[in-house]
């Protein structure tokens, strides 16, 4: 929660949306204080989550169920056979369901609008990582900001040198190799 709350500093009157790491009832209420809203995935062990929402067995699928507080609104949604989704939300105040065949909660395409960006960044960041099995977090952590800080680097390049290999479909790998030898080169020679 600390950490969405640092990111989040002096921002107002937008929406964050979580994944389920971070969501919750009590970051919800803090947002809020911070005239902030949030949406996002919950995972199914969370204490505050109303009993009637977690089990998906005998509902039908694409069914809805909706609890609310006078603040929050939580959605459960069966999307296949004995398997739900879960969703917290302080942006909703209704029950709304949208008209598409799979009737979706409209709670579950905001979310679903706003969080593209980091499910991208991953699928992209996944092409070329220099992420490896290890049983030690921190260096999981340095992997990550590697290959995020990787990909910043060559987006700026991007748009800085619009010109540059315009007819190459490898760009990014391209750009990798030119940027490790750039950092080794001086402690080679």
């Known amino acids: 929660m600390r950490v969405v709350l640092d990111v989040t ?100 395409l905001d979310c679903n609008r706003c969080k593209g960006g980091v499910d991208n960044l991953d699928k992209v960041i996944g092409t070329y990582s220099c992420r490896r099995m290890t049983a030690r977090w921190p260096l999981v952590v340095f992997h990550n900001i590697v290959d995020v800080s990787s990909y910043n680097a060559f987006v700026i390049w991007r748009e800085l040198n619009p010109e540059w290999m315009p007819q190459k479909r490898n760009k990014r790998r391209v750009f990798l190799e030119r940027l490790g030898k750039a950092l080794v080169t001086l402690l080679i020679e």
């Open 9 to 108: 500093e002096g921002l107002r009157d937008r929406n964050i949306t979580c994944d389920n790491f971070f969501t919750s009832y009590e970051l919800g209420q803090q947002l809020l204080k911070r005239k902030m809203t949030m949406v996002g995935t919950v995972r199914k062990k969370k204490p505050e989550l109303p009993l009637a929402l977690l089990s998906p067995k005998g509902r039908a699928v694409f069914s809805s169920k909706f609890a609310f507080t006078s603040t929050t609104a939580a959605v459960s949604y069966v999307s296949k056979k004995n398997k739900n989704v879960l969703l917290v939300s302080t942006k909703h105040t209704e029950a709304e369901v949208s008209d598409r065949c799979d009737r979706k909660p409209v709670i579950i």
